[in-house]
């Protein structure tokens, strides 16, 4: 099982990325998937998670509104399109997997998934 995120870099405030994530060794067209951030100095946090469809997702606070979360099952991809960045939004993107059954109920934690990739760095300046 590997998840490889892509698509990190330098951006200024206001600017707009997009991170990438591909999964391979299963299927993951069956499963809900994520994206964390940890900052430096920070505990991992929750930004975003989309069930195994595409339909359902949820979003952080400080992130709704702002970020979209999308999959390609086809493709065996998951993404990120982050718009109106701020440069709290710096940290390194990691995008996980959930294999168990995932329940949306507007809390999300690390604990809920399962496998991890290397993540990507993504830098707002001001």
């Known amino acids: 099982v590997q998840l490889q995120a892509s698509g990190g870099g330098l951006v200024q405030a206001g600017d707009s990325l997009s991170v990438s994530c591909a999964a391979s060794g299963r299927t993951f067209s069956n499963y809900a998937m994520g994206w964390f951030r940890q900052a430096p100095g920070k505990e991992r946090e929750f930004v975003a998670v989309?069930?195994?469809?595409?339909?359902?997702?949820d979003y952080a606070d400080s992130v709704r509104g702002r970020f979209t979360i999308s999959r390609d099952n086809a493709n065996n991809t998951l993404y990120l399109l982050m718009n109106n960045l701020k440069p709290e939004d710096t940290a390194v993107y990691y995008c996980?997997?959930?294999?168990?059954?995932?329940?949306?109920?507007?809390?999300?934690?690390?604990?809920?998934?399962?496998?991890w990739g290397q993540g990507t760095q993504v830098t707002v300046s001001s």
């Open positions: 989309v069930d195994w469809r595409g339909n359902r997702k």
């Open positions: 996980t997997v959930a294999v168990r059954p995932y329940v949306f109920s507007g809390h999300s934690a690390s604990s809920f998934f399962d496998y």
